[in-house]
């Protein structure tokens, strides 16, 4: 066995002796470690069972032992006087009686049990900042400018930036008692007697779900993602674009006076038209079996024929157009026969390619063509409830659609299906049935201007583009009120767009920005519509704070163009 130990409160090795090796060895072995202790040793008996003659302890009882406790006598004495004044009674009998109670009870007591259980503590008392300090800076407290906002306050002080004026003092010991002491305390008393308090409960969201969850762009394709193509040829701001049905040709129509009509391929300019006015809007006809573009020019509406594309419908169309329909017994109205006028053209307009001449009472801002290339309408903004033009180009006759015009008249659409005609005010959009002759419904901006309207392929969904940089999604099955509102622009948008085959839709801005959008219409009416920007192309410089001023995708392709007021006209592909 070692000997040797360690000792840990001096931290020393320490040799063990015989003897303390033998207590080690009886501890372990569960004897007594003494060897010499007898624990069999005979017992005393000090106080044994005989009675004794005299007593060890010989002491008298005490006098207490004797008399009555006076405590007790005070505990008896007030429990009589309790039994006398009938504070206390004996327990009353257990009752045979059945137990009567009322079964809603618990109902009644509930919203008084969870105030007791669910008990609201009262907000702090706010902190004091260093306007309030003996001793605070120098810009905390008031000048001559800050002493008379406070002065004019008297009659509305709860406008104060503070309840009091603060002052600076030299030391601690020269601040006098504080005056509004009384009348805070009050107050505080005020607010936690009458404020009621409430526990608000907290949701834990994070960032991430707040989001919408939409699909990768890339996922989205094709849409335009970059300019392939410049045209130049206009020396003013090009205010209007229109493409041909076929897809091979374009016009555009500029504040320079003249209408150009493009080749897409190669970016040649195959005509220009020149009619030294102002050119508002261009637009060609959809059908495809005429050669006809419909150009706005001051209070003009002239149909043109561009020459390009096929001759067989190039000679078509003139040979239609050639021919005056027989009007029969038929008179316009005075309201008609005052605000437009088909005027026959002579053989001067003739060989310019005017081959049919409109003129209005005033100055015509739009024209938009019906899908099956008939009728098309006019717009004048100026001309109060008679706005609205519709003209039947086989029988060369003029109509107004309504009485009276509620707003000003900023642009028309023709639904692309259903006889629907489509009329956007400045705050709102009012669609009317032609066949009724009824307005149908109303559509709720909540814009300040429109500018620009465009309807899906389907019909079913209208965007609207307004001055105040906003783009409105309307679902017409759904609502009135808009779908969608996307602010993407910095600045006036000006036009908007829907392609005709591919679910996209474009907005051009005074920014200089177009901004392409995946807009996924789905023919199950219980799932929305998916509406993701997918590309903002920019290219375009400003000119008098004008951007882009009208957009329109390509007919069979992703492609879009854009007319600017830099003079440009570009391609996306």
């Known amino acids: ?3 040797t130990v360690k000792d840990l409160q001096t931290g020393q090795n320490v040799v063990l002796s015989d003897k303390d090796l033998e207590f080690v060895k009886r501890i372990q072995s569960g004897k007594i470690p003494d060897s010499n202790f007898d624990n069999f040793a ?12 005299t007593p060890l302890r010989s002491m008298p009882p005490s006098k207490t032992s004797f008399l009555p406790s006076k405590i007790d006598k005070m505990k008896i004495s007030k429990m009589v006087h309790a039994i006398k004044m009938g504070w206390m009674k004996p327990k009353p009998k257990p009752s045979t009686e059945p137990n009567f109670y009322m079964l809603w009870e618990s109902d009644d007591k509930a919203d008084e049990m969870r105030r007791v259980h669910d008990h609201i503590p009262a907000p702090k008392v706010r902190l004091p900042s260093n306007a309030e300090s003996y001793n605070p800076p120098s810009e905390y407290l008031f000048d001559e400018k800050e002493m008379k906002d406070w002065d004019s306050k008297d009659d509305e002080p709860w406008k104060r930036r503070y309840n009091f004026i603060p002052q600076k003092y030299k030391s601690l010991r020269e601040v006098p008692a504080y005056d509004n002491y009384t009348r805070e305390r009050f107050q505080r008393c005020l607010d936690l007697y009458l404020c009621p308090r409430a526990k608000k409960m907290r949701l834990t969201i994070k960032a991430e779900d707040l989001v919408p969850q939409l699909p990768n762009p890339k996922d989205l394709q094709p849409f335009p993602t970059i300019c392939s193509m410049i045209f130049k040829g206009h020396s003013h701001m090009v205010r209007s674009i229109t493409l041909e049905p076929h897809g091979q040709f374009f016009a555009s129509g500029s504040e320079d006076g003249t209408v150009k009509v493009w080749e897409i391929a190669t970016g040649r300019c195959m005509k220009t038209f020149e009619f030294g006015c102002v050119i508002r809007w261009v637009e060609w006809c959809p059908n495809k ?3 006809l573009l419909a150009v706005a020019a001051d209070s003009d ?16 169309t003139d040979l239609l157009l050639s021919e005056t329909p027989d009007q029969g017994d038929y008179h316009p109205s005075e309201r008609v026969k005052g605000a437009v006028q088909w005027e026959p053209v002579d053989e001067e307009k003739w060989s310019k390619g005017i081959r ?26 100026d001309g109060q409830n008679r706005s609205v033009l519709i003209h039947q180009l086989s029988s060369r006759r003029s109509q107004l659609p309504l009485n009276r015009s509620k707003g000003l008249i900023q642009c028309v659409l023709f639904h692309p299906i259903r006889p629907i005609f489509f009329i956007a005010t400045q705050r709102h959009v009012r669609v009317y049935d032609l066949l009724k002759q009824e307005m149908v419904k109303k559509l709720i901006s909540g814009a300040k201007w429109i500018s620009s309207m465009s309807i899906h392929p389907g019909g079913d969904n209208v965007i609207v583009g307004t001055y105040d940089k906003k783009v409105m ?7 009135t009120k808009p779908y ?3 602010r993407f622009h910095g600045n006036a948008v000006r036009s908007v767009a829907f392609h005709k085959r591919y679910p996209l839709f474009a907005s051009g801005s005074d920014d200089c920005n177009l901004i392409i959008s995946h807009g996924m219409v789905y023919n199950d009416l219980l799932q929305n519509p998916l509406i993701v920007p997918v590309k903002k192309l920019r290219g375009h410089d400003k000119f008098s704070d004008f951007g882009i001023l009208s957009i329109m995708f390509h007919n069979m392709q992703p492609w879009v163009f854009s007319s600017g007021a830099d003079k440009t006209i570009r391609l996306y592909t």
Request: charged share 20%.
């Open 1 to 3: 066995m070692l000997r």
């Open 289 to 291: 079996s005429l050669s």
């Open 42 to 53: 005979p017992w005393i008996d000090w106080f044994s069972s005989d009675v004794m003659d």
């Open 473 to 479: 999604w309307f679902d017409l099955d759904l609502s």
């Open 301 to 316: 509406v002239m149909l043109i024929n561009p020459g390009v594309g096929d001759k067989l419908i190039i000679e078509k």
């Open 356 to 381: 049919i001449l409109i003129r209005h009472f005033k100055n015509v801002n739009q024209v938009t063509w019906h899908a099956k290339g008939d009728y098309f309408a006019s717009v004048m903004s």
């Open 484 to 486: 969608q509102t996307l």
